[in-house]
């Protein structure tokens, strides 16, 4: 048996997917972590920390929006804008008194110091927005590839 989340036999499995990769030149440098923006990444670490908490209670239509993503070299100020379809959902993910949100926000923000290498001030807002999840105009905005 294999579990990401235990890490049970994981790196057996990566082993064995090794063995079966095609030899080939790198198509980045060894030090870059993706191709992807920071402003992707710190959504992404977001989405993660929710997926994490939320676990069976999350809402399937939840995304995450960097309103704001200013470098000022010793320290980054991160706005993110998690959606959410219903009042219900938005309930969930602030939890009682705010304790969900706050171990969400912190622990995406430990997970960004350590990609950006650096403080990171992290805020987040968590706002209803009926539709979004059905409007092809809110999801592309949202940077969701519909093709």
Not at 21 to 48: K, N, W
Not at 57 to 77: A, N, S, W
Not at 78 to 91: M, N, T, W
């Amino acid at each position: 048996p294999i579990s990401a989340k235990h890490g049970t036999n994981v790196p057996e499995l990566e082993a064995e997917v090794a063995k079966h990769l095609p030899a080939g030149m790198h198509h980045y440098p060894a030090d870059q972590i993706t191709d992807r923006s920071q402003r992707f990444l710190a959504a992404e670490l977001v989405r993660e920390k929710i997926m994490r908490q939320l676990g069976d209670e999350l809402p399937y239509q939840v995304t995450v929006e960097i309103e704001e993503f200013r470098d000022e070299g010793r320290v980054v100020h991160i706005s993110a804008l998690i959606l959410v379809e219903r009042d219900g959902q938005k309930k969930i993910l602030i939890g009682d008194k705010g304790e969900r949100i706050k171990n969400i926000g912190r622990e995406a923000r430990l997970d960004m110091e350590r990609a950006l290498d650096t403080k990171v001030m992290l805020n987040l807002w968590v706002k209803v927005k009926r539709g979004w999840s059905d409007d092809e105009r809110a999801l592309k905005s949202l940077g969701y590839d519909l093709e």
